[in-house]
Nanobody, 125 residues
């Protein structure tokens, strides 16, 4: 079992930045791929970014060039640095983890076994 806890959400103005953290406990986190997804009210869950254990990354089209995903295995933590935030980035952000994901599966929510409870990000104009 892997337990995931997101933190770092909050209220920020358009154009601002936030850094989300996803901290894991329970297993050797370095062996897991970690993905970030988001869900706005009335919308489907959307892929944001992911990082594999070999540090290969993927990004959703809407965040490319603005968000950066990274990991610190010594701290069992994956980060999502969000820059140039827009009102449409407002959502609950979830991190998810799985041990056996190929690069092409990183963007598929159903491929992840473990999920955090989410953290709210609100971008105001």
């Amino acid at each position: 079992q892997v337990q995931l806890l997101e933190s770092g959400g909050g209220l920020v103005q358009v154009g601002g930045s936030l850094r989300l953290s996803c901290t894991a406990s329970g297993r050797t986190f370095s062996n897991y791929a970690v993905g970030w997804f988001r869900q706005a009210p009335g919308q489907e869950r959307e892929f944001v970014a992911a990082i594999r254990r070999d540090r290969n990354t993927r990004y959703g089209d809407s965040v490319k060039g603005r968000f950066i995903v990274s990991r610190d295995n010594a701290k069992n933590t994956v980060y999502l640095q969000m820059n140039s935030l827009r009102a449409e980035d407002t959502a609950v952000y979830y991190c998810a983890a799985d041990q056996h994901l190929i690069l092409s599966s990183l963007g598929t929510a159903s491929q992840y076994d473990y999920w955090g409870r989410g953290t709210q990000v609100t971008v105001s104009s």
